[in-house]
Every structure is written in structure tokens, then in C-alpha cells.
């Protein structure tokens, strides 16, 4: 009788540290992300200079894989690269953002 207590206290405790270590977030977020993040952050400032490009972001592809996000404020590429530093760039043509609310009222304007 002893030797089943021992046993199935050890199970279960064997049990809950398989849950606990498989239900873990990967260490340091996603695959991929800071890779992403990194090169949108190497390549922001030329990305916004480049005529038609309203902003930079980093997202998922349609593949499901991290990428920079291009925003545009016409459709097309504007020739832009299809990788930056072994990261995808995603093109989306989104027109201008605009401030509306409260950030417009304070003068807040982009």
C-alpha cells in the first residue's frame, strides 16, 4: 500500500512539471521575432525616406513567418525590397493615416 502512495504521488508530480515545461512560451517570444525586429529597426529610416512608404512595422506574413511591414499610401512595391537582412518585407497599401479624437484636438499631427 505504501509502495502505490509513493508511486502515484510521484506520477502526478511527474505529470505536472511535463505540463508546466510543455506549456512554456519559447524563450525570448516567437521565432524569429527579434531577427525581425532588428532589421526593421536597422532599415526604418531608409524605408521612410523612400517616397509613398507611410510607415514600418513588424508582423506576420501571410505565411506565418515574421516580417517588416511595409505600409504604402499607393498599391505597388516602390522598389522595395522583397528581404532585408534574410527578413521578409510585406507590402500593404494602406493610404495615409490621419489622426482623429483626441490626438487631433491636442495638435498631435503626423
Partial sequence: MRKS????VLAVILALMATTVLAAPPPGGP???ER??????????NLLSTDGVVATAVGVAKDGKFAIKVFTDRPGRLSLPAYLDDVQVDV???G???LTGAACRKGKGL
Fill in 36 to 45: 525581425a525586429i532588428t532589421a526593421q529597426e536597422k532599415h526604418n529610416p
Fill in 31 to 33: 521565432p524569429g521575432l
Fill in 5 to 8: 502512495v509513493i508511486f502515484i
Fill in 96 to 98: 495615409k493615416f490621419r
Fill in 92 to 94: 500593404e497599401m494602406t
